[in-house]
């Protein structure tokens, strides 16, 4: 059973935005904690920010101030509103929980920033 499935991710300019979405299954998303991550090629999967079961949020500092996550548990979804997305934010991202569940990771949607 796929629990999340990535969506959103396109080739955009220096500067510009996108919306990611993650669609969850699980039964109890309105109670998990929901992250999401990215990887560069030739680096490790590191955590983009994170919002639990209330809204609280946490950020990684290369990204605090330019993104934001968001859920809506009536669609079981979170999301990551990316703005002034630099060449370094090009990235394969993926959605799970935090801590994430190494064995739902899902395909991923990859985000590209051109200079």
């Known amino acids: 059973q796929v629990w999340f499935a990535e969506s959103g991710g396109d080739l955009v300019q220096a500067g510009g935005s996108l919306r990611l979405s993650c669609a969850a299954s699980?039964?109890?998303?309105?109670?998990?904690?929901m992250a999401w991550y990215r990887q560069a090629p030739g680096n490790e999967r590191k955590l983009v920010a994170y919002?639990?079961?209330?809204?609280?949020?946490t950020y990684a500092d290369s990204v605090k101030g330019r993104f934001t996550i968001s859920r809506d548990n009536a669609k079981k979804t979170v999301y990551l509103q990316m703005t002034s997305l630099k060449p370094e934010d090009t990235a394969v991202y993926y959605c799970?929980?935090?801590?994430?569940?190494?064995?739902?990771w899902g395909q991923g949607t990859q985000v590209t920033v051109s200079s």
């Open positions: 699980r039964s109890t998303f309105s109670r998990d904690v």
């Open positions: 919002i639990n079961h209330v809204g609280g949020t």
């Open positions: 799970n929980m935090y801590p994430y569940i190494r064995q739902r």
